[in-house]
């Protein structure tokens, strides 16, 4: 009997103390680490999945809802004409994707908006680097004379890890918020080799098909000195660490890897500008929000102009 009540009273215990570990870092990560509290509720609420596909990348499943809409794994684009008899088709990652933005609000829609003979294709999906992009692109259906890009640059450069195996997508918000910390960054050294080699073999594989391939390197928060805001934002965002210690060599990672492609679109630059103007260009050190895509769509719709005239 004793040992019955000794039982039952280290079990209540044992759960109040779990409810309470699990209660107070989830208050405080959602007090503290909301980085996103900003942004519309309608694009909060949205959600999307993905799954494995057969040739080794992720696919994302249909979904629809306000902000956010996908069908045959592809990001809604608004405007899409019915008819067009040339396709631009995009790849790329997450700022590509529109993460954190309504359909209307990516940079495939906006360009889409800019060239409205064309139709445009979103197969931007988070955190996809050149040899996702070049995966998908070998099992896509393109057709002469429609326009390949490739949109990246950021997840190429910078990769993200885990030192203990107990942080990798840790569910208990207990775990969340030990890992923090744990986690670390690093200036991917390998950009400068495989980015390079990728983009040779989808230009070679898109020139096959009788269609033109632009190269565009995303957007760079670090290519001038941060406003304010978007300094108060680097440091709710990343650990001061990481600032101070990974992202200076960044620039030159990047640096390496478009010399080595010289007939890029080099869009680094393009938000400076506009930045310096007052501009809430990024919503984290990654994604662009939508005032930016629209400078970047025209960057880009400037170009295949010009790719047009001269083919």
Known sequence: MRNTKWFWRSLI???????????LPRLWLRNKIDFYADIAPDIRAA?????????????????????????????HTTGQPLYA????????????????????????????????????????FPADQVQQEYARLVHTTIAPDDIVIFYDGSTQALSGYYR???????????LRLLCAPDQGWIAN??????LPEAI?????????????FLHVFQPLIWSRPLTNSEADMM???????????????????????????????????????????????YIDYIHTSREANSIIAQAIANKIVTLVIEF
Request: charged share 20%; hydrophobic share 40%.
């Open 13 to 23: 215990i044992v759960l109040i103390v779990a409810g309470v570990g699990e209660l």
């Open 47 to 75: 959600t999307y999945s993905f799954a494995p596909n057969d040739y080794g990348v992720f696919t994302l499943k249909d979904s629809r809802s306000q902000a956010l809409n996908i069908s045959n794994g592809m990001r």
């Open 85 to 124: 008899r040339r396709k631009i088709i995009m790849f790329g990652n997450s700022a590509l994707f529109g993460s954190h933005l309504r359909d209307s609000e990516t940079v495939a829609s906006y360009l889409q908006a800019l060239l409205p003979d064309w139709y445009v294709e979103n197969h931007g």
């Open 164 to 174: 203990l195996f107990i942080c990798d997508n840790p569910r208990l918000s207990i």
């Open 189 to 194: 050294p390998d950009t400068p080799v495989v």
């Open 200 to 212: 040779r073999m989808a230009r070679q594989y898109t020139q096959d098909h009788r269609a033109t």
């Open 235 to 281: 440091r709710r965002w990343i650990d001061a660490r990481v600032i101070d210690f990974v992202m200076p060599p960044i620039p030159s990672v990047w640096q390496k890897a478009r010399a080595a492609d010289p007939d890029e679109l080099d869009l680094t630059h393009v938000l400076d500008e506009a930045r310096g103007g007052g501009c809430t260009c």
